[in-house]
């Protein structure tokens, strides 16, 4: 049987490439199984240029093009990981889809994923990424993200993938009660947070320190 390598990989985008990132993402502390079958089971060599696909299994974030990153596995792994809580997902709302990636694992564990991105080409990206890998549960939208997507809310989980200065009030709106938001918060140092919405209240928990580019406004 002729191998495909861009589905099973040779070398450096190998399988076994990608277990060890698995094994490495457990060292650094992710525990939702859930969301290291979906990462073992996603090609990440396929979101990212070809002239540095053999970087891709590496726990480090990489150029996209256009100015921005793909996130690095291990905050992948643990935004899904606090955004999932041990439990399935319903609606979730990505702000920022870059090239895909977060997108693809996200639809792996929620029922339905809506990803918005501001730059188009890096959408258009995505789209072919996410059609390669018949992630059927997503859909895309070229739009500024801090206005969320009002018509489809409310949303269970709402993942920010961009550093932002405060968190848009917008989105704080479209979250279900009982839904989960992580998003980077600070001008200068980031702290990845974690909001939750209860019946009468967001409840807001600082996680940990983050790099992120920057959540910016309009489209382009
Ligand atoms: N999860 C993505 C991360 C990409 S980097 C990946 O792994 O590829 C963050 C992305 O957020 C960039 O593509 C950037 O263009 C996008 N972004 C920044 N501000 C935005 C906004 N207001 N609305 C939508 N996307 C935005």
Redesign the pocket.
């Known amino acids: 049987m002729a191998l495909n390598p861009s589905q099973h990989g040779i070398g450096m985008t190998s399988q076994r490439t990608r277990e060890r990132l698995i094994m490495r993402l457990r060292e650094e502390g992710i525990t939702d199984e859930v969301v290291l079958a979906a990462m073992l089971e996603i090609p990440r060599h396929i979101?990212v240029d070809e002239a540095i696909a053999s970087r891709a299994y590496e726990d480090t974030a990489l150029p996209?093009g256009?100015g921005?990153?793909?996130?690095q596995p291990y905050i992948?792994a643990r935004m899904t990981e606090i955004l999932r809580a041990g439990a399935p997902l319903g609606k979730v709302l990505e702000?920022?889809?870059?090239?895909?990636?977060?997108t693809a694992v996200l639809a792996k564990v929620s029922q339905e994923v809506y990803s918005?991105?501001?730059?188009s080409p890096?959408l258009m990206k995505a789209r072919g990424h996410l059609r390669e890998l018949r992630a059927r549960n997503v859909k895309l939208k070229h739009a500024?993200?801090?206005f969320g997507i009002p018509e489809l809310a409310p949303f269970d989980g709402i993942l920010v993938?961009?550093g932002a200065t405060h968190v848009p009030q917008e989105l704080l709106q479209q979250m279900a009660v009982g839904g989960r938001m992580v998003i980077p918060v600070g001008s200068g140092d980031q702290t990845l947070t974690l909001i939750e919405r209860t019946n009468d209240a967001y409840i807001q928990t600082r996680l940990e320190a983050v790099k992120?580019?920057?959540?910016?406004?309009g489209t382009s």
């Not at 921005?68 to 996130?71: K, L, N």
């Open positions: 979101f996209i256009y921005q990153t793909i996130s992948v702000i920022g889809t870059g090239c895909g990636y977060q918005v991105e501001r730059i890096l500024d993200g801090n993938a961009c992120f580019v920057p959540l910016l406004g």
